[in-house]
């Protein structure tokens, strides 16, 4: 059973999530100014910082067995709080190119091990108002740099505010650990172990944390070609990993270079932009909040297609050449509303979709998730600076429909398992 109590710092910890993720779209113009850089440059801090939040998502099934959910967010809260107060004091861009590396692990820390805590022990319900406080972050994010710009004219003073938010948070997972201890520390020894019937697929993961006296410990090359191969062996991972591959990149692409889609293409203001770009991640909270209140009834399937309905619509309105004033907001709105119940839903069928596999699957998909938040709106920056910045939406587009496919596929996976 989790407390009321727990379920506030469950929640507060996804604030911590989001709060960075909205501030480097909004800062970019003025960072690159700054120091003199392509619109692409902001590929270094995107590759690195999804190279260390790679590596914590894929390992953090191991990490967690071993430290347990609470002590993996407290570190990992801590580790994003003081790359991002390294971003408020970089004089040079590499020094914010070196602070993205314990940025992207502390970030994949807290969300590989609160969307394996949320599945496992909450509902549908849960999961999508647990990413509907990621979006309370990452709506506050732009604002707070927003009027660190316009106020202040230093988009490093946006940073040192969420710096001090996270590392004042960190203080508080770490007098609120005992309560995480309450609900993992109920689960027996037999409870840890898979009570499904064991598979080709499960065997393999369960032999290598057999006791030494029973089986040696198998080499960490041998693990990592045993993970790997799962990902082509277990029905449907590997299309689900693509899901999130694609929809992040199509919510990394919308969020990250809206901003500048809006101010140098479409001649927004400053402060309109990062406004409408708050929009975006406002309605993404919003529609969390609206999804979960009855997506237990709808089920999980029906709100995905929903929102790929929504979110197609905003996509149209944020092109259409007229009344840029009123139909980009309404169309990052839309865009936002559509997007909310993806990440989560997908998630949330996860233990249904892979069972006792399902903590590694979740790591994986984190993984590959991290993946595509720096490939793909990277790939969208350097086509448009060549061509177009009007291509901006059409990358988010492009990434939506490679979403739909692959969801599509899971989907069946899904409904065949019930049968």
């Given at each position: 059973m989790v407390s009321s109590l727990l379920l506030l710092i469950i929640y507060l910890a996804y604030i911590s999530l989001g709060l960075p993720d909205g501030l480097m779209g909004v800062a970019w113009p003025d960072i690159r100014t700054q120091f003199m850089l392509p619109m692409t440059a902001a590929g270094f801090l995107s590759i690195?910082?999804?190279?260390?939040?790679?590596?914590?998502?894929?390992?953090?099934?191991h990490i967690l067995k071993r430290i347990g959910t609470g002590k993996m967010v407290l570190f990992s809260c801590m580790l994003t709080g003081i790359a991002i107060f390294?971003?408020?004091?970089?004089?040079?861009?590499?020094?914010?190119?070196?602070?993205?590396?314990?940025?992207?692990?502390?970030?994949?820390?807290?969300?590989?091990?609160?969307?394996?805590?949320?599945?496992?022990?909450l509902t549908s319900r849960h999961m999508n108002w647990l990413h509907a406080f990621w979006g309370i972050g990452a709506s506050i994010?732009?604002?707070?740099?927003?009027?660190?710009?316009?106020?202040?004219?230093?988009w490093s003073n946006g940073f040192l505010i969420v710096a001090v938010i996270q590392l004042g948070l960190a203080v508080l997972f770490y007098f609120t650990l005992p309560e995480w201890n309450k609900v993992e520390g109920k689960r027996s020894k037999t409870d840890e172990q898979s009570i499904e019937p064991q598979t080709p697929m499960t065997s393999e993961i369960n032999d290598s944390i057999e006791p030494e006296e029973k089986k040696p410990k198998p080499s960490f090359f041998a693990r990592f070609i045993t993970g790997f191969l799962l990902i082509f062996r277990q029905h449907g991972?590997?299309?689900?990993?693509?899901?999130?591959?694609?929809?992040?990149?199509?919510?990394?692409?919308?969020?990250?270079?809206?901003?500048?889609?809006?101010?140098?293409?479409?001649?927004v203001s400053t402060e309109s932009a990062g406004l409408w770009v708050a929009i975006f991640y406002g309605s993404i909270t919003a529609g969390r909040i609206l999804f979960g209140s009855f997506?237990?009834?709808?089920?999980?399937?029906?709100?995905?297609?929903?929102?790929?309905?929504?979110?197609?619509?905003?996509?149209?309105?944020?092109?259409?050449?007229?009344?840029?004033?009123?139909?980009?907001?309404?169309?990052?709105?839309?865009?936002?509303?559509?997007?909310?119940?993806?990440?989560?839903?997908?998630?949330?069928?996860?233990?249904?979709?892979?069972?006792?596999?399902?903590?590694?699957?979740?790591?994986?998909?984190?993984?590959?998730?991290?993946?595509?938040?720096?490939?793909?709106?990277?790939?969208?920056?350097?086509?448009?600076?060549?061509?177009?910045?009007?291509?901006?939406?059409?990358?988010?587009?492009?990434y939506l429909v490679g979403f739909i496919v692959f969801f599509l596929l899971i989907d069946r996976v899904r409904i065949a398992s019930r049968d």
């Amino acid at each position: 059973m989790v407390s009321s109590l727990l379920l506030l710092i469950i929640y507060l910890a996804y604030i911590s999530l989001g709060l960075p993720d909205g501030l480097m779209g909004v800062a970019w113009p003025d960072i690159r100014t700054q120091f003199m850089l392509p619109m692409t440059a902001a590929g270094f801090l995107s590759i690195l910082g999804t190279a260390g939040a790679t590596v914590s998502s894929f390992s953090s099934g191991h990490i967690l067995k071993r430290i347990g959910t609470g002590k993996m967010v407290l570190f990992s809260c801590m580790l994003t709080g003081i790359a991002i107060f390294g971003f408020s004091v970089a004089w040079v861009f590499p020094v914010m190119i070196l602070f993205s590396i314990p940025h992207g692990i502390g970030a994949g820390g807290v969300d590989s091990a609160l969307n394996h805590f949320v599945s496992k022990h909450l509902t549908s319900r849960h999961m999508n108002w647990l990413h509907a406080f990621w979006g309370i972050g990452a709506s506050i994010g732009p604002i707070i740099m927003t009027y660190s710009i316009l106020w202040t004219n230093r988009w490093s003073n946006g940073f040192l505010i969420v710096a001090v938010i996270q590392l004042g948070l960190a203080v508080l997972f770490y007098f609120t650990l005992p309560e995480w201890n309450k609900v993992e520390g109920k689960r027996s020894k037999t409870d840890e172990q898979s009570i499904e019937p064991q598979t080709p697929m499960t065997s393999e993961i369960n032999d290598s944390i057999e006791p030494e006296e029973k089986k040696p410990k198998p080499s960490f090359f041998a693990r990592f070609i045993t993970g790997f191969l799962l990902i082509f062996r277990q029905h449907g991972l590997f299309a689900s990993m693509l899901t999130f591959f694609f929809y992040v990149g199509a919510e990394a692409t919308v969020g990250f270079w809206s901003a500048t889609y809006l101010r140098d293409f479409r001649g927004v203001s400053t402060e309109s932009a990062g406004l409408w770009v708050a929009i975006f991640y406002g309605s993404i909270t919003a529609g969390r909040i609206l999804f979960g209140s009855f997506v237990e009834k709808i089920g999980t399937s029906f709100a995905i297609k929903s929102g790929i309905v929504i979110s197609l619509l905003g996509l149209v309105l944020l092109v259409f050449p007229i009344s840029t004033t009123v139909l980009c907001p309404i169309g990052l709105a839309l865009i936002g509303l559509g997007f909310a119940p993806m990440f989560p839903c997908v998630m949330q069928d996860t233990p249904l979709r892979f069972g006792s596999l399902s903590a590694t699957a979740i790591g994986y998909q984190l993984g590959m998730a991290n993946i595509g938040y720096t490939v793909l709106p990277l790939l969208v920056a350097a086509v448009s600076e060549r061509i177009s910045l009007s291509l901006i939406p059409l990358g988010a587009l492009l990434y939506l429909v490679g979403f739909i496919v692959f969801f599509l596929l899971i989907d069946r996976v899904r409904i065949a398992s019930r049968d």
